[in-house]
Antibody, heavy 121, light 107 residues
Framework: EVQLVQSGAEVKKPGESLRISCKGS????????ISWVRQMPGKGLEWMGR????????NYSPSFQGHVTISADKSISTAYLQWSSLKASDTAMYYC??????????????WGQGTLVTVSS | DIQMTQSPSSLSASVGDRVTITCRAS??????LAWYQQKPGKVPKLLIY???TLQSGVPSRFSGSGSGTDFTLTISSLQPEDVATYYC?????????FGQGTKVEIK
């Protein structure tokens, strides 16, 4: 069974750093892209970026480039989303999602359960 | 960047009604279009990919059509369990974009 299991909810203060994780199982982790999707409270889905776990090649949305870092450790089938200095506006639910490496299959067939990040002083 | 515009932003319909949601791309994307359903408080779920291919396990009352710039998601007979927000997503390149969502409610 394919599963993407994300790390638990986080409460942080502005200026703090944070790394959340997404662990894949039930499939070949290095054969699929992992994307991160933001959903701010009461708002829609925003694609942030993605990583190829086989070589850690990344693509970022221009809206998120430079604000977050996506990484992966293929030895433990885990992808990460990282902030160096959180802002209150980073408060959101963050999802990881899997897509095939073939361009015609870049849609997201499996999603993680989401990680709620709350940034408040 | 290609923008994805959904309409309407929300709708209210009766059980059994036929519901249609539209998604328009600012440039042609062939059939690289997916639809997702997100029920309140839940994780998004893939409904349709390649504009018209139903994901395994999705009820047949859902269908998709279109190519190029104009796409539609149709629910042939709205059910109470279809209350959700629906999102289109273009995936014709590395830069992927969602529409803003359409909230579907029962009248």
């Amino acid at each position: 069974e394919v599963q993407l299991v994300q790390s638990g909810a986080e409460v942080k203060k502005p200026g703090e750093s944070l790394r959340i994780s997404c662990k894949g199982s039930g499939y070949s982790f290095t054969s699929y892209w992992i994307s991160w999707v933001r959903q701010m409270p009461g708002k829609g889905l925003e694609w942030m970026g993605r990583i190829d776990p086989s070589d850690s090649y990344t693509n970022y949305s221009p809206s998120f480039q430079g604000h977050v870092t996506i990484s992966a450790d293929k030895s433990i089938s885990t992808a990460y989303l990282q902030w160096s200095s959180l802002k209150a506006s980073d408060t959101a639910m963050y999802y990881c999602a899997r897509s095939d490496w073939l361009p015609e299959k870049y849609y997201f067939d499996y999603w993680g359960q989401g990680t709620l990040v709350t940034v408040s002083s | 960047d290609i923008q994805m515009t959904q309409s309407p932003s929300s709708l209210s319909a009766s059980v059994g009604d036929r519901v249609t949601i539209t998604c328009r791309a600012s440039q042609g994307i062939s059939n690289y279009l997916a639809w997702y359903q997100q029920k309140p408080g839940k994780v998004p779920k893939l409904l349709i990919y390649a504009a018209s291919t139903l994901q395994s396990g999705v009820p047949s009352r859902f269908s998709g059509s279109g190519s190029g710039t104009d796409f539609t998601l149709t629910i042939s007979s709205l059910q109470p369990e279809d209350v959700a927000t629906y999102y289109c997503q273009k995936y014709n390149s590395a830069l992927q974009t969602f529409g803003q969502g359409t909230k579907v409610e029962i009248k």
